[in-house]
């Protein structure tokens, strides 16, 4: 397999680079050496540059605020930032830009893509995920939130959880039941709801860690505009699959950069501690670099399907799948590595409650502790393991589907 970069590509990598010599401090060495009272001031005014460069949505086409880069360029942008310790936006465009406006581009109408997509871009848009309910466990699809349309509104009643960053959003995307006579793939729609009315309670859910990164979300009579459907009536689940195709695909190609470089800081500190000649130690340091350039290789598959105009699949599920099973280990190895140190929480902690610390990020055990903790979630929210291999069983390898005792309506299997 060739893994250089065409010369269009490096040309390309070489205007990334001036971009950052001429926007970041001389010397910069990564969010992670900035105290955490001043990244959220620091990631704002770095979205707003990025914004006013066009390069915050860069494989958005042009004429909704986009740059319209090939996903080759888009890599070599990602590559380019986490080399300089930037993120790619703020903590909210994964929702935002990555997931909803991505499903919006695909399925909204043009009058959805002229209004959201802007305000999407700008930040007065704010964006969390309406999908899980407490009822409903690992099944998404059995659902129980209603919506019935009255007049030129859709009302809406209801239950979400684990609702990431809900308490931070003026907007949420949510799944819906909207005809429970249907079977339950069937009866589903996808609603955007404004989040800033009486009929929408969020309530924060403390987590092992001690941030409150997830929520509940109840609906009351909450109110949405009828046009505030994104594809048809019933068709929600085919939203919702291509929303976590964008979710768990686009992030295949660039979180293996990530993983890198948080697995490179673990080796130092393995150097600082004088456990790298441990065997042991050495043997599972092997096991972690031989995972992370697997999840390369499926970044670079993925990229390739972008490069042929495919949009994520089912396929989708082998990167999530893979990257929170290998991040449980990786940060019990930093554990281990800590030792005694680990019990005690040192130092600058995380400023985000997914996946890697910070760039930069001192090998504390206040980054550490915290970013194991943080990493136990990570094989349950966005689909948890087994769903994702329930999802390659059947969809990609074509296995036999597990026994359904729920065929026929919604609302008959309910009562049953």
């Given at each position: 397999?060739?893994?250089?970069?065409?010369?269009?590509?490096?040309?390309?990598?070489?205007?990334?680079?001036?971009?950052?010599?001429?926007?970041?401090?001389?010397?910069?060495?990564?969010?992670?050496?900035?105290?955490?009272?001043?990244?959220?001031?620091?990631?704002?005014?770095?979205?707003?540059?990025?914004?006013?460069?066009?390069?915050?949505?860069?494989?958005?086409?042009?004429?909704?605020?986009?740059?319209?880069?090939?996903?080759?360029?888009?890599?070599?942008?990602?590559?380019?930032?986490?080399?300089?310790?930037?993120?790619?936006?703020?903590?909210?465009?994964?929702?935002?830009?990555?997931?909803v406006g991505n499903t919006i581009i695909q399925w909204g109408t043009e009058d959805q893509k002229r209004h959201f997509l802007p305000r999407i871009l700008s930040g007065e848009d704010r964006w969390c995920q309406?999908?899980?309910?407490?009822?409903?466990?690992?099944?998404?699809?059995?659902?129980?939130?209603?919506?019935?349309?009255?007049?030129?509104?859709?009302?809406?009643?209801?239950?979400?959880?684990?609702?990431?960053?809900?308490?931070?959003?003026?907007?949420?995307?949510?799944?819906?039941?909207?005809?429970?006579?249907?079977?339950?793939?069937?009866?589903?729609?996808?609603l955007l709801v404004p989040m800033d009315q009486e009929g929408v309670e969020v309530r924060p859910i403390k987590m092992i860690s001690g941030e409150s990164e997830f929520n509940e979300v109840f609906f009351t009579?909450?109110?949405?505009?009828?046009?505030?459907?994104?594809?048809?009536?019933?068709?929600?689940?085919?939203?919702?699959?291509?929303?976590?195709?964008?979710?768990?695909?686009?992030?295949?190609?660039?979180?293996?950069?990530?993983?890198?470089?948080?697995?490179?800081?673990?080796?130092?500190?393995?150097?600082?501690?004088?456990?790298?000649?441990?065997?042991?130690?050495?043997?599972?340091?092997?096991?972690?670099?031989?995972?992370?350039?697997?999840?390369?290789?499926?970044?670079?598959?993925?990229?390739?399907?972008?490069?042929?105009?495919?949009?994520?699949?089912?396929?989708?599920?082998?990167?999530?799948?893979?990257?929170?099973?290998?991040?449980?280990?990786?940060?019990?190895?930093?554990?281990?590595?800590?030792?005694?140190?680990?019990?005690?929480?040192?130092?600058?902690?995380?400023?985000?409650?997914?996946?890697?610390?910070?760039?930069?990020?001192?090998?504390?055990?206040?980054?550490?502790?915290?970013?194991?903790?943080?990493?136990?979630?990570?094989?349950?929210?966005?689909?948890?393991?087994?769903?994702?291999?329930?999802?390659?069983?059947?969809?990609?390898?074509?296995?036999?589907?597990?026994?359904?005792?729920?065929?026929?309506?919604?609302?008959?299997?309910?009562?049953?």
């Amino acid at each position: 397999m060739d893994m250089t970069y065409p010369a269009s590509a490096e040309e390309y990598r070489a205007k990334i680079q001036s971009f950052l010599r001429n926007n970041l401090p001389e010397g910069f060495g990564g969010v992670g050496t900035i105290s955490e009272d001043e990244v959220p001031a620091f990631t704002e005014k770095w979205r707003t540059i990025l914004y006013e460069n066009g390069l915050l949505a860069p494989y958005w086409p042009k004429e909704y605020g986009g740059a319209g880069l090939s996903p080759l360029e888009q890599v070599v942008l990602v590559e380019e930032f986490a080399k300089a310790g930037v993120p790619t936006g703020g903590p909210n465009d994964v929702f935002g830009i990555q997931m909803v406006g991505n499903t919006i581009i695909q399925w909204g109408t043009e009058d959805q893509k002229r209004h959201f997509l802007p305000r999407i871009l700008s930040g007065e848009d704010r964006w969390c995920q309406g999908y899980s309910e407490p009822n409903a466990g690992s099944d998404l699809a059995n659902l129980g939130t209603r919506a019935v349309l009255d007049g030129d509104e859709w009302v809406i009643n209801g239950q979400k959880i684990w609702t990431s960053a809900g308490h931070l959003a003026n907007w949420i995307f949510v799944l819906t039941r909207t005809d429970p006579e249907a079977p339950k793939h069937k009866g589903i729609s996808f609603l955007l709801v404004p989040m800033d009315q009486e009929g929408v309670e969020v309530r924060p859910i403390k987590m092992i860690s001690g941030e409150s990164e997830f929520n509940e979300v109840f609906f009351t009579n909450a109110r949405t505009a009828k046009e505030n459907i994104v594809g048809q009536v019933g068709q929600g689940w085919s939203v919702a699959m291509t929303l976590l195709g964008y979710e768990r695909g686009e992030a295949a190609a660039i979180l293996p950069i990530r993983f890198r470089q948080e697995l490179d800081r673990l080796i130092e500190m393995a150097k600082e501690r004088g456990v790298n000649d441990d065997p042991l130690i050495r043997q599972r340091i092997a096991w972690c670099y031989s995972r992370v350039e697997v999840m390369r290789y499926l970044g670079l598959r993925t990229l390739s399907q972008f490069l042929s105009g495919k949009h994520p699949g089912p396929e989708a599920s082998i990167s999530k799948l893979y990257w929170s099973e290998y991040h449980q280990v990786v940060t019990e190895l930093a554990l281990d590595i800590l030792g005694a140190n680990a019990l005690e929480v040192v130092g600058r902690r995380p400023t985000s409650a997914f996946q890697t610390d910070d760039p930069g990020a001192p090998n504390t055990s206040g980054s550490w502790d915290m970013t194991f903790l943080n990493a136990r979630a990570g094989t349950i929210y966005a689909g948890t393991s087994q769903v994702q291999k329930n999802i390659l069983g059947e969809m990609v390898l074509g296995l036999p589907k597990e026994p359904r005792a729920d065929e026929g309506s919604w609302s008959k299997v309910q009562n049953s």
